[in-house]
């Protein structure tokens, strides 16, 4: 079965601190996508990483970077040096290929991780 | 360029009564999704169209949720009959490619409250 954990609920730093959210997911299909997407108060989702299951390099966007690793079906998401700006809630999702009869396209999210960044 | 759209952004309604909930996607894109969002938690699948054709509709709760998009452009959703377990908010996605793995752009959500 698909289904993505999000096994921190809620986290809260001080500014300029690193943190840490943890993703793993389960799939059976071997072509899969994961995404993060940041959704701030206002309540809309905002898009932040792309990745399929063949492309197991870690990527780095500003203060932001991403973990990818199949061994551990984790995609962990790194926020270095935080700022209050960052607070919100962070989604991770998996999207299949429905080889395994799974939909194919539509997004499978965690609960999210809401984030708290203090001045 | 616009982003998705999604009218009414709060739609109060009493238990039993009918609403249509409207999404305008991004420009030119093929492929549109509706989620629901409970409070506290993930969005969730409801269903899935790739121009007008209802492809997946898989995650709608009951035959008192539908959806169409007549023209493969902007969608309604409707619930009937809504129950107060249907508050929620609900998402609508879009995304240029045919239902291949393409990045979902969302929009801001109706907040849907039943009373």
């Known amino acids: 079965a698909q289904k993505v954990t999000q096994a921190q609920t809620e986290i809260s730093v001080v500014e300029k601190e690193d943190v840490t959210l943890d993703c793993v997911y389960e799939?059976?299909?071997?072509?899969?996508?994961l995404f993060w997407y940041k959704q701030p108060p206002s309540g809309e989702l905002v898009f932040l990483i792309r990745?399929?299951?063949?492309?197991?390099q870690n990527e780095i966007s500003g203060r932001y970077s991403w973990n990818f690793q199949k061994s551990t079906s984790s995609f962990n998401f790194t926020i270095t040096a935080s700022q209050v700006v960052d607070s919100a809630v962070y989604f991770c999702?998996?999207?299949?290929?429905?080889?395994?009869?799974?939909?194919?396209?539509?997004?499978?999210f965690g609960k999210g991780t809401k984030l708290s960044v203090k001045p | 360029g616009a982003g998705v759209s999604q009218s009414p952004r709060y739609k109060v309604a009493k238990r039993g009564q009918d609403v249509a909930l409207r999404c305008d996607p991004i420009?030119?894109?093929?492929?549109l999704f509706w989620y629901q969002q409970a409070l506290g938690q993930g969005p969730e699948f409801l269903t899935y169209f790739q121009n007008e054709a209802q492809l997946d509709k898989s995650g709608l709760p009951s035959d008192r949720f539908f959806a169409e998009r007549p023209e493969g452009s902007v969608s309604t959703l409707k619930i009937q009959r809504t129950q107060q377990e249907d508050s929620a908010v609900y998402l609508c996605a879009s995304s240029s490619n045919r239902g291949a793995v393409d990045t979902q752009y969302f929009g801001p959500g109706t907040r849907l409250t039943v009373l």
């Open positions: 999702a998996l999207s299949e290929a429905g080889n395994y009869g799974g939909s194919q396209g539509n997004l499978i």
């Open positions: 799939t059976r299909d071997t072509t899969y996508y």
């Open positions: 990745r399929n299951s063949f492309d197991e």
């Open positions: 420009s030119g894109h093929v492929s």
